[in-house]
């Protein structure tokens, strides 16, 4: 079974409408994040969690929210879905007490999201 | 800010040809560099990481160097096969956060 697993994998919705992007892991790492890609802009970061009570926003958190429900779930919200925010997302994790700038980050297979 | 750029954006070769994929950084101010591969309907798989003390590093057919005063990574690939065709992506570490590249489409034709 896959260590990161993201759902739904494939989401196609409405201008408006509100969404929530699940990503669950077994890794037991403590930290999580969420990454949008565009084509040509490689990944770029929403928010992270460096555990369930620390949140942080990213390079682009306008018009997402998050929450972490446990220390293997963390979720992403689109209150209010736009076409612009069409796109592959992407959530990973890596381990706190390895060192974040030592180890490596472990992706889920992505999200692919379309807003009409 | 950081800013990572890759070059080319996408590359063909024949099989078994050696090659070269470029990033570069705008910020020396890293702790580390790595290359992740990114196939379609996947996520990204880290390939190499260097930290900001090391020149390089090699994991079979992959070597890896980075030149942090220049803001300059290379990733080299030896012998490409086939199965190497993936998008390849360059992330540097400053702090909390990667800072990516928009990648190498990569495809090696057989």
């Known amino acids: 079974d896959a260590d990161v697993t993201q759902t739904p994998r494939n989401r196609i919705t409405k201008t408006g409408k509100r969404i929530m992007l699940e990503c669950s892991q077994t890794k037991g790492h403590d930290r999580m994040y969420w990454y949008r890609q565009d084509p040509g802009l490689g990944l770029r970061l929403i928010y992270y969690?460096?555990?369930?009570?620390?949140?942080n926003k990213g390079e682009i958190s306008d018009g997402y929210s998050v929450s972490r429900q446990a220390q293997a779930k963390f979720s992403l919200s689109l209150e209010s879905a736009i076409p612009n925010q069409t796109a592959l997302y992407f959530c990973?994790?890596?381990?706190?007490?390895?060192?974040?700038?030592?180890?490596?980050?472990?992706f889920g297979p992505g999200t692919r999201l379309t807003v009409l | 800010k950081q800013e990572v750029t890759q070059i080319p954006a996408a590359l063909s070769v024949p099989e078994g040809e050696n090659l070269v994929l470029n990033c570069s950084f705008t910020?020396?101010?890293?702790?580390?560099l790595q290359w992740f591969r990114q196939d379609p309907g996947k996520g990204l798989t880290s390939l190499l990481l260097?930290?900001?003390?090391?020149r390089e590093q090699t994991s079979g057919r992959l070597n890896a160097s980075l030149d942090k005063s220049s803001g300059r990574s290379t990733l080299y690939i030896a012998a490409s096969q086939p199965g190497d065709s993936a998008t390849y992506l360059c992330?540097?570490?400053?702090?909390?956060?990667?800072?990516f590249g928009g990648g190498t489409r990569l495809m090696v034709k057989p």
């Open positions: 990973a994790t890596s381990d706190l007490y390895r060192g974040p700038r030592q180890d490596t980050q472990y």
């Open positions: 992330a540097v570490d400053a702090g909390n956060m990667l800072t």
């Open positions: 260097i930290q900001s003390s090391q």
């Open positions: 969690s460096f555990d369930v009570k620390d949140i």
């Open positions: 910020d020396s101010a890293i702790y580390n």
